[in-house]
């Protein structure tokens, strides 16, 4: 069965400090992994996706993701946080022959100034 | 703006009566999904339906609710005689057809309150 974990509920990172957003997914075939964010009161915007190719794949805000097939995660990560960056963060997998998206439970991410 | 639009953003409703949540999918998008979010929770997914089709409703209750998607106009959701545990916050995403490696583009969701 498909699946994917957030294991963290929140993440705190200091503004300028490094972050990294962790999920971790199963499936069973080739997967298609995606990153969204969510605003408060807001819709969720797309990120980035891994689909084939360069397992370093760079996304929308300075965002970017790796894709680890060995420890099947695909972690979202940026250099240096923004006060602007703290939101919800969805990790999501859908398996290369299968529509349907699978979702994590959401991580908020707080940068404090 | 050529993005999804939901509509109404915000709902109240009294138990008993009905709701109806509207969706434009994005611009030459013809699939289209509905999802439903509590507050600090994920995305839990309801239906998938294609213009005239419904391909997957495995995640909407057999009760109460439907969805469809007319050859003209927004996909609709339609909740009858809500009640309370109905609040919650209602997303639509749609995407091109048939190549699952493209993203989901979300509207921003119509909050529904249930007094």
């Known amino acids: 069965a498909q699946s994917v974990a957030q294991p963290e509920d929140q993440v705190n990172v200091a503004e300028g400090n490094p972050l990294t957003v962790k999920c971790t997914y199963s499936?069973?075939?080739?997967?298609?992994l995606f990153w969204y964010v969510q605003y408060p009161n807001r819709g969720l915007q797309f990120l980035l996706k891994?689909?084939?190719?360069d397992n370093l794949v760079k996304g929308s805000y300075g965002f970017e993701a790796e894709f680890n097939k060995s420890q099947t995660s695909f972690h979202l990560k940026k250099p240096s946080a923004l006060v602007s960056d703290s939101a919800l963060y969805f990790c999501?997998?859908?398996?290369?022959?299968?529509?349907?998206?699978?979702w994590g439970a959401g991580t908020k991410l707080i940068i404090k100034p | 703006n050529a993005g999804v639009m939901q509509n109404p953003r915000h709902l109240v409703r009294r138990r008993g009566q009905e709701a109806r949540l509207r969706c434009s999918p994005m611009?030459?998008?013809?699939?289209v999904y509905w999802y439903r979010q509590l507050p600090e929770e994920g995305l839990k997914f309801m239906v998938y339906?294609?213009?005239?089709?419904?391909?997957?409703e495995s995640g909407m209750p057999k009760e109460r609710f439907s969805a469809e998607f007319p050859k003209e106009g927004p996909s609709i959701l339609r909740i009858q005689q809500v009640v309370r545990g109905d609040s919650a916050a209602y997303f639509c995403?749609?995407?091109?057809?048939?190549?699952?490696?493209?993203?989901?583009?979300f509207g921003d969701g119509t909050r529904l309150s249930i007094l």
């Open positions: 891994y689909i084939t190719g």
């Open positions: 339906l294609q213009k005239e089709n419904i391909i997957d």
């Open positions: 995403a749609s995407s091109p057809g048939g190549q699952h490696n493209q993203p989901q583009h």
């Open positions: 999501a997998v859908r398996e290369d022959s299968n529509y349907q998206l699978i």
């Open positions: 499936v069973s075939g080739n997967p298609y």
């Open positions: 611009k030459g998008h013809s699939h």
